[in-house]
């Protein structure tokens, strides 16, 4: 029997931008008082599959919405998917598959945007934001702060929805969700039931980390960030479980939110200033850097 053989090709794609202190991401102690840095908010999209097969448009993570997280914590240049996409040929329409790396909102507000796909969480992360909603709704509005600070409520009633109607799909632990595109549990580790996602491509493996990994230096350095709503130690165990699997090729490693992915591949901003970063381009695609674009280099 033929050896199975898989290929994507793989974008990171900034749909707007932050001025944030540098520890938030890179780690109290190493990184503080270090200053403000423009960080990206990104999701990645992922075209291909079994080669000779289906073709999968997939997404890890969704961005959110442009409502009231705008002004709160002061966002730059938000873009509408169809923008973003289209950069690179796509729509939202063509998305089949979500991946939802975890529930915070900038990576599962928008998924409505996305008519025609179906997300996948891990049941560990929903119900460990079910009974954090329902535990912190029983204490002074002033004591909810922390809880609901990268955690939008309406979001599990939104995703509640979302299951009536068959859209979310439930995981247990790791599972290979598409072809070569396999789903890792990082229980307790940034949240309740963090995951982040193994793509098989003919170039190696690549990691879509999510903010199980916000920045390249947190696995480079053995440094958890300054920021998180789990477990610090499980996330270290993780970076080690990276550098292992990688052979510490750490820029396989597709991180949340750093600036740094543009330095380490090839990237280009579009005409509103958001960039547009190719991490990988399976054996019959070809870039799409337009010829007057050049080379973001920050």
Request: with cysteine; aromatic share 12%.
């Amino acid at each position: 029997m033929p050896e199975r053989r898989t290929d994507y090709s793989i974008w990171s794609l900034e749909f707007c931008h932050a001025d944030m202190p540098h520890d938030f991401f890179g780690g109290a102690g190493i990184f503080s008082n270090k200053g403000i840095i423009r960080i990206p908010m990104l999701y990645t999209l992922i075209v291909g599959g079994e080669v000779g097969g289906k073709q999968h448009v997939a997404l890890v993570d969704c961005g959110f919405r442009n409502d009231y997280w705008l002004d709160r914590y002061d966002f730059s240049n938000w873009e509408d998917p169809a923008e973003v996409l289209g950069r690179v040929g796509y729509r939202p329409e063509d998305v089949d598959v979500i991946l939802v790396s975890h529930m915070h909102f900038d990576h599962m507000g928008n998924f409505e945007a996305f008519p025609n796909a179906k997300l996948f969480v891990q049941l560990d992360e929903f119900t460990g934001w079910s009974d954090a909603v329902a535990s912190a709704l029983q204490t002074p509005e002033a004591e909810q702060a922390w809880v609901f600070s990268s955690f939008d409520p309406t979001d599990l009633a939104r995703a509640a929805q979302g299951i009536s109607e068959g859209r979310v799909r439930f995981v247990k632990g790791d599972e290979e969700l598409l072809p070569g595109v396999t789903a890792r549990l990082a229980k307790d580790s940034h949240t309740f039931g963090s995951q982040w996602f193994s793509i098989e491509t003919a170039n190696g493996p690549f990691v879509a980390a999510g903010d199980t990994v916000y920045w390249y230096s947190n696995v480079e350095q053995m440094w958890a960030p300054g920021y998180g709503q789990g477990n610090s130690f499980n996330l270290i165990d993780l970076y080690r479980r990276l550098q292992t699997e990688l052979k510490r090729e750490t820029s396989r490693i597709i991180p949340g939110h750093d600036p740094e992915i543009a330095k380490r591949h090839t990237s280009w901003l579009s005409e509103s200033g958001n960039s547009i970063t190719e991490i990988n381009l399976r054996e019959d695609d070809s870039s799409r850097r337009p010829h007057s674009a050049p080379r973001l280099l920050r």
